[in-house]
């Protein structure tokens, strides 16, 4: 879905900025008198852009700070530093009311349709909860009328309006909590790992009706995945994290031909390939080693403990992201 139709990489508007986002959760010790005694370092000084009508992929470990991001993004966990620009409105300063109003224009997919629903609310409720929480969508029929649509819109039968989320499957979870994420009519969805508990075989459903979803109603999405080759397929553009920190950014085709970032290339080395002679061929690149702690990062760059052509340089500084050619930026001595 590269350039998904939408002109975005023609228009180039930015709708979302980040820079140098930070988010820190203390460490206290003490059972009495509690004192701080560090923090673990979730999000470290990350920027990038979304162009409105895009998909940005954020990829990288387990506990590199993704969802942190996103969730740190949407204001759902205040940054400790740093700027997010949403259509160049500050919201890290946004509180109350002010901050109500900009929610309605961005929205999240949780990664769990097992967890992210209640379970003691009737699909109709849940559905409806923004509405109701954000007073739109009219009078009581008006809001049911508008409940069903969500649900036909999204692949539901709207007879099941009454029924309770241990009724469904989970790939139809998955799209209640999709439902829900588009009540508010938003512009901006965090779509934080919205398939890795669905079946393969549901996947590839939820992942066409995002897409469809998208280039109807001009959606911008933040996908954040494990997943590679389905971030290939669904995103324009594509963010690695590692260890709190974004090392390579970089539009779908461009990262996945010519990865530059030593951890990046590790990534897309252990992406398989179908053609059993092509894949016999591929170089594997195993990096040794465990990742760091977020709690005592490394001095310098956070990759210097695992990267395989790291120079004195690295163990000293933490590299900038720098953008070294069109489009695509990249933090790190060896390249910039």
């Known amino acids: 879905m590269t350039s998904n139709g939408n002109g975005t990489q023609a228009s180039k508007e930015v709708l979302l900025e980040v820079k140098n986002l930070k988010k820190y959760f203390p460490i206290h010790a003490g059972l009495i008198i509690q004192r701080h005694v560090g923090d673990v370092k979730a999000v470290d000084d990350v920027s990038f852009h979304i162009y409105r009508g895009e998909t940005l992929g954020l990829v990288g470990e387990s506990g590199c700070g993704k969802s942190t991001t996103g969730r740190t993004i949407l204001q759902l966990y205040r940054p400790t530093a740093g700027s997010v620009q949403f259509e160049g409105v500050e919201l890290s300063t946004l509180k109350g009311e002010d901050l109500r109003r900009m929610r309605r224009q961005m929205q999240m997919i949780f990664q769990d349709p097992y967890a992210s629903l209640n379970p003691r609310m009737t699909v109709g409720r849940i559905i409806s909860e923004p509405l109701l929480v954000h007073r739109v969508g009219g009078n009581g029929k008006e809001r049911q009328e508008r409940v069903e649509y969500l649900m036909e819109r999204v692949g539901l039968n709207p007879y099941f309006i009454n029924r309770y989320p241990h009724e469904f499957s989970g790939g139809q979870r998955q799209r209640i909590g999709i439902a ?157």
């Open 180 to 336: 829900r994420a588009l009540a508010l009519e938003p512009e901006f969805i965090v779509c934080d790992e919205p398939i890795s508990a669905l079946d393969v075989s549901i996947q590839a459903q939820v992942v066409n009706l995002l897409e469809d979803l998208q280039d109807e109603l001009g959606l911008t999405y933040l996908f954040i995945a494990h997943d590679l080759s389905m971030v290939r397929h669904i995103c324009d553009r594509v963010a690695v994290m590692y260890l709190g920190k974004v090392v390579e950014v970089a539009e779908t085709e461009e990262l996945y031909t010519n990865p530059l970032h030593p951890y990046t290339q590790a990534l897309l080395s252990a992406v398989p390939v179908p053609d059993p002679a092509v894949e016999a061929q591929r170089k594997r690149i195993i990096l040794k080693g465990d990742v760091p702690s977020p709690i005592n990062p490394p001095k310098g760059c956070n990759f210097n403990t695992r990267c395989p052509v790291a120079v004195d340089v690295c163990y000293g500084e933490d590299p900038e992201l720098v953008e070294v050619q069109p489009e695509h930026w990249v933090s790190c001595y060896r390249v910039s």
